[in-house]
């Protein structure tokens, strides 16, 4: 009686280290996986906003530089376009993000897909004090930029400019926090123009 | 797409017959190329001439019927041998039997003559002028499916070619979210005012258009060679979209301010 009841201990004590070792390693493979999927794809989406006015003829130099000034000159006839501010963020696919804009406006910007490799599907919204103004989805490639157009500010028009493309850091969808994790590489910028 | 390729299509084009990418290059020329816009507005023009030249004159016809009922009911004074009707001219504008042989041969009819007409030849049998009508029936027929073929998008003709302005109400939006379907239908949620449009430009001559490819519902679209926006809604005010000549940049202008737009 009492070796069978020696057999059976040792038995249940082989099978519960067995089940033991399997759930160890299924947990590992599990956690190693998640890793992998969490660190999915970004996109790097830049929005720069614009003050567009006739009040007299500058146009801000730091536009050149990001090659918006020519493009601004080709699709509006304003006589000024200051820089206003201008961000970039990676974020991950399918994860919202905002961009706060002068005026009470508000971006958010989700991206939803690359197509071809160099072109981001985005949905983008702008809101004004939690109105949506527009809501819209588009796909911009690499030199594709679209302009949301046509709020009064202090004299003028705002402009707001958005351009995407595909980032090769991978980034994961959620910070330790719980907010999306977002790297901002440039903040509110001091607007300074220069005469043409 | 050159000049000589957009010519070839240009009358397909405008009565709606391309589709797709065919449809998407003939439209983006032309708003590049004044000449083809010219020959699109002339073929625009001269189709609005034929038109209405083969618009059917609903009073003319009902007179018609009731100078046909009339000589029917009065006792028959003349008997011209091929039992023939009588139809008063003064009842009969000449304009439209101008393909009736017998009329047409007499272009010095003057109101208050007679006009005797063999039973086959009364126009409304004549298979020219049913052929005729018919076409001109299908062609309004087609042109109505096709103008107002888009129901929700509620936009006429002068939608199209004129600069775009639609108007909504301003409510609350549900919002970019995660929980927010990007391909939720206009008619889920109500608050954002749908548009659809083939063509969008701000003023006559204005700036080159962007060009909106009505396949996908519940939204305008519209394709530069850079930017493709696949729908765009919005809440209130007024709105705009053009594209730069290189199609790097597309605007979409929303509010009452004056977009500037270059020329």
């Given at each position: 009686?009492?070796?069978?009841?020696?057999?059976?201990?040792?038995?249940?004590?082989?099978?519960?280290?067995?089940?033991?070792?399997?759930?160890?390693?299924?947990?590992?493979?599990?956690?190693?996986?998640?890793?992998?999927?969490?660190?999915?794809?970004?996109?790097?989406?830049?929005?720069?906003?614009?003050?567009?006015?006739?009040?007299?003829?500058?146009?801000?130099?730091?536009?050149?530089?990001?090659?918006?000034?020519?493009?601004?000159?080709?699709?509006?006839?304003?006589?000024?376009?200051?820089?206003?501010?201008?961000?970039?963020?990676?974020?991950?696919?399918?994860?919202?993000?905002?961009?706060?804009?002068?005026?009470?406006?508000?971006?958010?910007?989700?991206?939803?897909?690359?197509?071809?490799?160099?072109?981001?599907?985005?949905?983008?919204?702008?809101?004004?004090?939690?109105?949506?103004?527009?809501?819209?989805?588009?796909?911009?490639?690499?030199?594709?930029?679209?302009?949301?157009?046509?709020?009064?500010?202090?004299?003028?028009?705002?402009?707001?400019?958005?351009?995407?493309?595909?980032?090769?850091?991978?980034?994961?969808?959620?910070?330790?926090?719980?907010?999306?994790?977002?790297?901002?590489?440039?903040?509110?910028?001091?607007?300074?123009?220069?005469?043409? | 797409?050159?000049?000589?390729?957009?010519?070839?299509?240009?009358?397909?084009?405008?009565?709606?017959?391309?589709?797709?990418?065919?449809?998407?290059?003939?439209?983006?020329?032309?708003?590049?190329?004044?000449?083809?816009?010219?020959?699109?507005?002339?073929?625009?023009?001269?189709?609005?001439?034929?038109?209405?030249?083969?618009?059917?004159?609903?009073?003319?016809?009902?007179?018609?019927?009731?100078?046909?009922?009339?000589?029917?009911?009065?006792?028959?004074?003349?008997?011209?041998?091929?039992?023939?009707?009588?139809?008063?001219?003064?009842?009969?504008?000449?304009?439209?039997?101008?393909?009736?042989?017998?009329?047409?041969?007499?272009?010095?009819?003057?109101?208050?003559?007679?006009?005797?007409?063999?039973?086959?030849?009364?126009?409304?049998?004549?298979?020219?002028?049913?052929?005729?009508?018919?076409?001109?029936?299908?062609?309004?027929?087609?042109?109505?499916?096709?103008?107002?073929?888009?129901?929700?998008?509620?936009?006429?003709?002068?939608?199209?070619?004129?600069?775009?302005?639609?108007?909504?109400?301003?409510?609350?939006?549900?919002?970019?979210?995660?929980?927010?379907?990007?391909?939720?239908?206009?008619?889920?949620?109500?608050?954002?005012?749908?548009?659809?449009?083939?063509?969008?430009?701000?003023?006559?001559s204005g700036p080159p258009r962007v060009i909106v490819d009505r396949e996908v519902g519940g939204g305008a679209t519209a394709s530069a060679q850079h930017v493709q926006i696949h729908s765009v809604k919005q809440s209130h005010g007024e709105m705009a979209m053009w594209a730069e000549p290189t199609g790097n940049t597309a605007v979409i202008w929303v509010g009452e301010a004056d977009p500037q737009a270059r020329r």
């Amino acid at each position: 009686m009492t070796e069978i009841q020696s057999k059976t201990t040792t038995l249940l004590a082989t099978c519960f280290v067995l089940l033991a070792t399997l759930a160890t390693a299924e947990e590992a493979e599990v956690g190693a996986g998640a890793k992998a999927a969490e660190e999915g794809p970004a996109v790097q989406v830049e929005v720069g906003t614009v003050l567009a006015s006739n009040k007299v003829k500058r146009v801000d130099q730091r536009l050149a530089g990001q090659g918006m000034q020519a493009r601004l000159t080709r699709l509006f006839r304003y006589q000024s376009y200051e820089l206003v501010s201008q961000e970039a963020q990676q974020i991950p696919m399918g994860q919202p993000s905002r961009f706060d804009l002068p005026a009470d406006l508000e971006l958010r910007v989700r991206a939803e897909r690359i197509v071809d490799s160099n072109q981001v599907e985005l949905r983008v919204e702008l809101l004004e004090k939690e109105v949506t103004m527009v809501d819209t989805a588009l796909t911009l490639g690499q030199q594709g930029r679209v302009v949301l157009g046509g709020r009064n500010h202090q004299g003028g028009v705002l402009l707001v400019w958005v351009g995407a493309r595909p980032s090769r850091a991978r980034v994961q969808p959620h910070a330790p926090d719980g907010s999306p994790a977002t790297h901002r590489d440039q903040a509110l910028m001091p607007a300074t123009a220069v005469q043409e | 797409m050159n000049c000589l390729e957009t010519s070839e299509r240009l009358e397909t084009f405008h009565d709606g017959e391309l589709i797709g990418r065919e449809m998407r290059e003939v439209a983006l020329h032309v708003a590049q190329c004044a000449a083809c816009e010219a020959l699109l507005a002339e073929w625009e023009r001269l189709h609005g001439l034929i038109h209405k030249a083969l618009e059917p004159k609903p009073d003319a016809l009902a007179s018609i019927w009731e100078g046909v009922e009339s000589e029917i009911e009065a006792p028959r004074d003349t008997d011209h041998g091929w039992g023939g009707f009588r139809i008063a001219a003064a009842t009969t504008p000449l304009g439209i039997f101008r393909g009736g042989s017998s009329v047409a041969d007499k272009p010095d009819v003057e109101d208050g003559d007679e006009i005797w007409l063999r039973p086959e030849q009364v126009p409304a049998h004549r298979p020219g002028n049913v052929l005729r009508a018919g076409m001109a029936l299908a062609a309004s027929l087609f042109l109505a499916v096709f103008l107002l073929g888009d129901e929700d998008a509620g936009l006429s003709e002068s939608a199209r070619t004129t600069p775009t302005t639609v108007v909504a109400s301003r409510s609350q939006n549900p919002g970019l979210n995660p929980a927010h379907n990007s391909a939720q239908s206009p008619k889920q949620n109500p608050a954002v005012q749908p548009v659809s449009l083939a063509q969008v430009r701000v003023g006559k001559s204005g700036p080159p258009r962007v060009i909106v490819d009505r396949e996908v519902g519940g939204g305008a679209t519209a394709s530069a060679q850079h930017v493709q926006i696949h729908s765009v809604k919005q809440s209130h005010g007024e709105m705009a979209m053009w594209a730069e000549p290189t199609g790097n940049t597309a605007v979409i202008w929303v509010g009452e301010a004056d977009p500037q737009a270059r020329r």
